[in-house]
């Protein structure tokens, strides 16, 4: 069994800065694409930002160039470090982790998200 979980999300005021992360636990024998999503209220969900497993970054367009995804493959663990933060940003941030279990194929895994809230 896989578990994701995030944290770090929490109040920030406008040009603030905040910093998620979101570690796999469990029957995790390595991560493959690690993504952040969002749901703004009222809003659908989307894509923020995805790192693949050698690195390689997406970034919605609004983001890019205040937030950044990283990983750290022997922790299980994803960041993503938001700058500049806008009021707009606020959501709640859900991790999107694609695991290669140590028996089986490889699986999607959600968290239970983290409420980011950005004021004026």
């Known amino acids: 069994q896989v578990l994701v979980h995030e944290s770090g999300g929490g109040f920030a005021q406008e040009g603030g800065s905040l910093q998620l992360s979101c570690v796999a636990t469990g029957s995790v024998y390595a991560m493959n694409a690690m993504s952040w999503y969002r749901q703004g209220p009222g809003q659908q969900l989307e894509l923020v930002a995805a790192?693949?497993?050698?690195?390689?970054?997406y970034y919605l367009n609004s983001v890019r160039g205040r937030f950044t995804i990283s990983r750290d493959n022997a922790s299980n663990t994803t960041y993503l470090q938001m700058r500049a933060l806008k009021t707009e940003d606020t959501a709640v941030y859900y991790c999107?982790?694609?695991?290669?279990?140590?028996?089986?194929?490889?699986?999607?895994?959600w968290g239970q998200g983290t409420q980011v809230t950005v004021s004026l």
């Open positions: 790192i693949n497993p050698i690195g390689r970054t």
């Open positions: 999107k982790a694609r695991i290669a279990p140590r028996k089986g194929p490889i699986l999607e895994y």
